[in-house]
């Protein structure tokens, strides 16, 4: 952080402006932070850097486009020298219902983001705003739930929801969503509670009640942290293997996340796994990713809950 942001002190002046002599001694005053001015070494830095992140990335693209007799022999490059664009086809034609896996993952992860946005909007703002006796106590009860492990609450909550008759169904994977989690609940607490008292207090005046400020009021300025939680929310749910893996038993209701996986069992006994049909899947898997990130990334810029900023730009 000190090579990029680098403090100055400006010289004394005299009666006339300048420093010693009479002359100015430059335009920044006492603590002015100059900005940041990129090299060619900071390009070129950043070039290879990014080279090297992308590797993984390039090395997936060209096993997908990789034919049938170069995954029997293994003989994968890192650039691609083939161009099979039909597998991106062929995937939808194994003998699994890959066309039914994109929907299921696209109904969880869309059902589950409109939870996590309703719920954790709700709650947030009633912690940062609504005067109640131990509420203080509550929210460090519910922050101090991050430290919990995953795994020490994986098998109550599979008894839970075995009781309730829920498995083999999507609503262990998405009821849970709709009472929020502790960090969006923290994210959303801590942009309100930078958000000035006084829109509250007017829009009492004016006579709306908690439920009538937070849907005309902070909803509107919440909107950047809400759609930075469905993001994040997103890229979790699309994602999730072990959720469903615990929860599905039927075929037809498994997400994409689990069915790239079950590609590699299609193979002939013998025979390695078709890797360009996982890889294809797995580009499925990133591609939306990629999109909705590009789409978002200037709400998660916005999301500046420091100073809750953003909400009143």
């Known amino acids: 952080m000190a090579g990029l942001l680098t403090t100055t002190q400006a010289p004394q002046r005299t009666r006339d402006g300048g420093g010693p002599g009479g002359k100015a001694r430059g335009r920044h005053g006492p603590g002015t932070i100059r900005a940041f001015r990129a090299t060619p070494f900071t390009y070129a830095t950043l070039i290879v850097v990014a080279a090297i992140l992308t590797m993984p990335l390039v090395f997936v693209g060209s096993i997908a486009l990789s034919s049938?007799?170069?995954?029997?022999?293994?003989?994968?490059t890192l650039f691609p020298t083939e161009f099979h664009w039909e597998n991106f086809t062929r995937v939808f034609s194994t003998e699994l219902p890959m066309g039914r896996f994109l929907i299921n993952s696209?109904?969880?992860?869309?059902?589950?983001?409109?939870?996590q946005m309703l719920s954790s909007g709700l709650v947030g703002y009633a912690f940062a705003r609504l005067r109640a006796p131990g509420k203080n106590a509550l929210f460090l009860i519910v922050i101090a739930t991050m430290m919990i492990p995953t795994q020490i609450t994986m098998i109550p909550q599979f008894i839970l929801f075995r009781d309730l008759g829920w498995v083999n169904t999507y609503l262990p994977l998405i009821v849970p969503n709709f009472f929020?989690?502790?960090?969006?609940?923290?994210?959303?607490?801590?942009?309100?509670?930078?958000?000035?008292?006084?829109?509250?207090?007017?829009?009492?005046?004016?006579?709306?009640?908690?439920?009538?400020?937070?849907?005309?009021?902070?909803?509107?300025?919440?909107?950047?942290?809400?759609?930075?939680i469905g993001i994040f929310t997103l890229t979790h749910t699309w994602g999730?293997?072990?959720?469903?893996?615990?929860y599905l038993n039927d075929e037809s209701k498994m997400p994409l996340s689990l069915g790239v996986q079950y590609i590699t069992s299609t193979g002939a006994a013998g025979q390695s796994p078709p890797w360009n049909l996982v890889m294809v899947g797995s580009i499925l898997l990133a591609v939306p990713m990629i999109i909705v990130y590009y789409l978002g990334q200037k709400y998660l810029y916005e999301m500046d809950i420091s100073g809750g900023s953003a909400g009143v730009k």
Do not use: K
């Open 106 to 115: 696209v109904i969880i992860s869309l059902c589950s983001v409109a939870g």
């Open 240 to 246: 999730d293997f072990m959720g469903p893996l615990i």
């Open 68 to 76: 049938d007799a170069t995954v029997n022999t293994g003989s994968f």
């Open 180 to 228: 929020s989690n502790a960090f969006n609940v923290f994210l959303v607490r801590q942009f309100v509670s930078r958000l000035p008292n006084q829109l509250d207090e007017a829009a009492m005046v004016d006579g709306l009640g908690f439920l009538g400020i937070y849907r005309r009021i902070m909803l509107p300025l919440l909107w950047p942290v809400l759609i930075a």
